[in-house]
């Protein structure tokens, strides 16, 4: 298991692969080629950026049994993926904040395992997908729920500026087929699922988004939210937490 992340120091944006509470830098992103630098610095002394800088954030809806339970809209299981973008300046970093945008009335926080892509793929096979997948994160998939609801496709209720936290790292080397991923509210549990709950699997996802448009190297894929979906309100501390992965807290502001 390795762990990568993106940093800022000295106002330098960098990459590196995590050593315990040592950054090894490296020339360039992780998931293109791993480059050594040499060089290591303290991860008390920078100030983590999201680890990936996608080209693009393809979320999928509705993607465990008990979330679709709970969805007043959907009465059951989909037959295909439900699909939907996250533009990439909603991309937010550890520890950031995530703005209540003004005039809304409910957000909610979505705890999801995303996949990051490491390699450029078109039609990638089912039996090849896990040769595309760089490693996995945690995301939040934050949404203004009466605004996707009203408007009745969801772009503009996923795709407010740091409604997307990603981090705190990518891991790479593990097995995602069955992990817990929950979300916890100023330290309560509010959600808890196991990828093994997934109605569409990881590999099957690459397959079917694949067939549709490239996936680029850095591009994430995210899974879906198990049950327990709530609003958060200003001041609230969430975090995503993913089993062998860690922890992504961000603040409401
Ligand atoms: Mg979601």
Redesign the pocket.
Known sequence: MEKYVRFEISGIALYGRLDDDLIEILDGPYWDSIRPTGKMVPLSEVKLLAPVKPSKII???L?YHAHVKESQSAKEAPKNPVLFFKPPTSVLEPEGGVVYPEGIDRVDY?A?LAVVIGRRGVKIPESEADQYIFGYTCLN?V?ARKVQKADGQWTRG?GFDTFCPVGPHVVAGIDASDLSVEAYLNGERKQYGRTSDLIFSIPFLINYISSVMTLESGDII?T??PQGIDPMQKGDRVEVRVENIGSLFNTIV
Do not use: A, R
């Open positions: 979320c999928v809806g993607n979505e999801e998939d949404t996923k995210s879906g939210t």
